[in-house]
């Protein structure tokens, strides 16, 4: 796929930002486990709205970002993925600072009545808010059809118990879609989606932000329902929404996995770029015939994003258009995580010894860089569904 001149020229003004303003507080953020001082002035900065971006990151583009993305094929998904690539070029953490449209209100607008979907979808209220996605449970990682947590009917209302973690924004959202069982017995089929303000008495905050190997400013947090009341308008899609939270939230990730993949595809670029910069700079210390082999590997990388990218943008492509993209999002998903950690290591080889110290960024790179395999379904999971579907089984994409 094509870039426009205009998309491509905003990505390079993003990605210098990046340079100056972000990437300088990226040590300060993976130790604070939260974002840095200055959050504000970094993201005044910025050549654009990036909030403005993550909400345009629908179907529709508001008129003031036109002149930007004039191709049709440059909206929605599209020019979500456009800019994920190039926003955490500076460093993760930007990312965790942007308020929009997150996969929580994707599955009110998938899911939700029109009424729920014109109070809660930011697009429609006029509010744009921080949303959080409340779906894994300590027992289960790449099976959400084991979800534990339960809703159980009192009065017009529901009371909603159990356990998550790892929700993303799950201390700061202003509210979350969270999934429960209304019968354990039915399995996937009694599992429901329900929108949940953060503020309801007995949504309990367990840890703010988990402890992890890298992306630490990233807020997932584990949190606690303790005989949560919910009135009967949180179940989305109301009495008549059937067995479909959990395929709402599957079906959501379609168009998210691709974004997963673009983002380790930017750190990933970010990783090559000061590699080629590193061996710039220290030459001499290399034997030509080194020097040469080095060269061969980052052109070899850099090869390797472009046709990541390429496999990211069909898949989101796909997703604009409304057609079925649930291979595709999986092959992407799949692949660029994994070109992503091939990268950051490759180049923690190349450079060597410093690589590994915090005097640079290249080892929290990698480490940033390995849940994107993990995140919205693993890369193994993708894999095997790829195959299935290929070898006839489970062809409903």
Request: charge should be negative; charged fraction near 25%; glycine fraction near 10%.
């Amino acid at each position: 796929m094509t870039i426009s001149t205009e998309a491509t020229a905003l990505r390079e003004e993003i990605r210098a930002w990046g340079l100056a303003h972000v990437r300088p507080l990226a040590r300060e953020a993976d130790r604070l486990h939260g974002p840095p001082p200055g959050v504000e002035a970094v993201l005044a900065a910025a050549p654009t709205d990036l909030a403005a971006i993550a909400v345009a990151a629908l179907p529709s583009l508001p008129e003031e970002l036109r002149p930007w993305f004039p191709s049709e094929r440059e909206t929605g998904y599209v020019l979500g993925a456009l800019m994920m690539e190039v926003q955490p070029y500076g460093d993760s953490w930007v990312l965790t600072q942007l308020r929009g449209a997150g996969i929580a209100e994707k599955v009110v607008k998938l899911l939700g009545t029109p009424e729920q979907q014109e109070r809660w979808v930011g697009s429609h209220s006029g509010t744009f808010r921080r949303t959080a996605f409340a779906l894994t449970e300590p027992h289960f990682g790449s099976d959400p059809s084991s979800v534990a947590t339960t809703a159980t009917r009192d009065g017009d209302g529901w009371v909603i118990n159990g356990r998550k973690m790892y929700c993303s924004n799950g201390a700061s959202a202003d509210y979350a879609v969270v999934f429960a069982t209304i019968d354990k017995e039915a399995g996937a089929d009694g599992i429901r989606a329900f929108v949940v303000p953060t503020g309801t008495p007995g949504y309990v905050v367990g840890k703010r932000n988990e402890t992890k190997l890298g992306i630490r400013s990233h807020e997932t947090s584990e949190l606690l329902f303790e005989q949560m009341a919910v009135p009967a308008d949180a179940l989305l899609g109301g009495e008549d929404a059937g067995g479909n939270g959990l395929m709402g939230a599957l079906g959501t990730l379609n168009t998210s996995r691709p974004l997963m993949g673009a983002w380790a595809l930017g750190i990933a670029g970010a990783a090559l770029d000061a590699a080629r910069e590193w061996f710039g700079e220290n030459a001499d210390a290399y034997s030509a015939r080194r020097r040469q082999l080095a060269q061969d590997d980052l052109r070899r990388m850099d090869t390797a994003i472009a046709e990541a990218r390429t496999l990211v943008l069909q898949a989101c492509e796909l997703a604009n258009r409304g057609v079925p993209n649930r291979r595709e999002a999986s092959t992407a998903k799949a692949v660029a995580p994994a070109v992503g950690e091939a990268v950051c290591r490759r180049v923690i080889e190349l450079v060597g010894p410093e690589a590994v110290s915090e005097q640079h960024l290249f080892e929290k790179w990698f480490r940033d860089v390995r849940i994107m395999d993990i995140f919205e379904g693993s890369g193994q999971i993708q894999r095997l569904m790829v195959s299935r579907s290929l070898m006839g089984r489970n062809a409903v994409r």
